[in-house]
């Protein structure tokens, strides 16, 4: 207490044999006359040198091969129902189809063409793009499909994104230039939007009709804010190719590239890196309600974010191939595709979620 310190500091010293007596006057002065107290020991807190365990994640399932060619890009609708895409072969199909979860699935068209991207806004209607610019759509739930775009030599489209059944975006290169076509009537024509830019482009997401990113080579990012009249460079802070692209909001995104680059926005504008837990490179995020990614990679590379991308845990793997893809509906439900017809399920124990 201050009221005690004058005594012990702010008073000379008496000399010889009255020191002690003049220090018992004191103390008596400050206990008795003043109300001065010993300030009380502070109360202990126990001790706790265990760190609180990390959230375990659930563990990803290896599935019978789908084939014996890469799978390129994968679209999970629900629990059961998936599609997926990839290369070509003489002897399946190049489009598959699952309503189990994933435990079997079946070819459900050839194409002479690889595909490398598929995206369905319902169990009715779908489209499919790959090389050569190939794009197609179905509306009767994959059983016939409708060549919309025939091929352009030297084109290659990576990913799709539709934001409702008239409006929609493919994303590639042609030429050394990069490829970024914009539908208005559900695919019936293709108008390729002048970019003036020469990165290969991987990826496209938008959050809302009005919000959206494009990720591709040399660490570009483009944002919209007007859907896709004008598309401005983002500063990404990285010059590694961004391969994966998710969001949560127009506001919060994840994407992610080569030498396990991870970044993060919480803006919708600005982007961070964030730490990863490995230098695998990363070819594919998705994004789940509310606040949960996963993401996938090479050498099976997995990892789970439940706290919006802030922090990221590794997954155990059941494979060390390459996963080129994966989609999910839940932190415990989704589908991880890549190498060789590789094909992973997540859920309680690998099973699918009912």
Request: hydrophobic share 35%; glycine share 12%; net charge negative.
């Amino acid at each position: 207490m201050n009221l005690c310190f004058p005594c012990f500091g702010g008073h000379r010293r008496a000399p010889g044999p009255y020191r002690w007596l003049a220090w018992g006057i004191c103390l008596w002065w400050c206990l008795i006359v003043s109300g001065c107290q010993v300030p009380p020991s502070p109360p202990t807190v126990p001790s706790n040198n265990s760190a609180s365990p990390s959230h375990q994640l659930p563990t990803w399932k290896a599935m019978s091969a789908v084939g014996e060619r890469d799978l390129l890009a994968v679209d999970v609708l629900d629990a059961r129902t998936a599609w997926a895409v990839g290369d070509i072969t003489t002897e399946t199909g190049t489009l598959w189809k699952t309503t189990d979860g994933g435990t079997t699935w079946a070819a459900a068209a050839k194409n002479t063409e690889v595909l490398a991207a598929v995206s369905f806004l319902d169990h009715h209607t779908g489209w499919v793009a790959g090389y050569a610019g190939r794009i197609e759509k179905t509306t009767d739930g994959g059983q016939t499909w409708t060549r919309q775009r025939f091929e352009h030599e030297g084109e290659n489209l990576n990913a799709l994104c539709f934001s409702d059944p008239q409006t929609g975006w493919a994303v590639g290169g042609v030429a050394g230039k990069s490829l970024l076509l914009h539908t208005v009537n559900g695919g019936e024509t293709w108008e390729q939007a002048p970019l003036n830019r020469h990165e290969n482009l991987w990826n496209i997401k938008f959050a809302t009709p009005q919000s959206g990113w494009i990720v591709g080579e040399d660490g570009l990012i483009m944002g919209t804010q007007d859907s896709g009249k004008t598309w401005m460079i983002q500063r990404s802070g990285t010059g590694v190719p961004l391969h994966g692209l998710a969001c949560l909001s127009p506001q919060t995104a994840v994407a992610v590239g080569a030498k396990g680059e991870i970044l993060r926005t919480e803006d919708g504008v600005h982007w961070n890196s964030v730490p990863a837990p490995g230098k695998a490179a990363l070819h594919s995020v998705a994004a789940f309600s509310p606040a949960g990614f996963w993401a996938g990679g090479a050498n099976g590379t997995l990892l789970g974010s439940t706290d919006g991308g802030k922090t990221w845990q590794t997954s155990q793997s059941p494979s060390n191939q390459t996963l080129y893809a994966l989609d999910v509906q839940s932190l415990e439900a989704g589908i991880a595709v890549g190498r060789q017809g590789l094909m992973l399920r997540l859920g309680p124990n690998g099973s699918p979620t009912p």
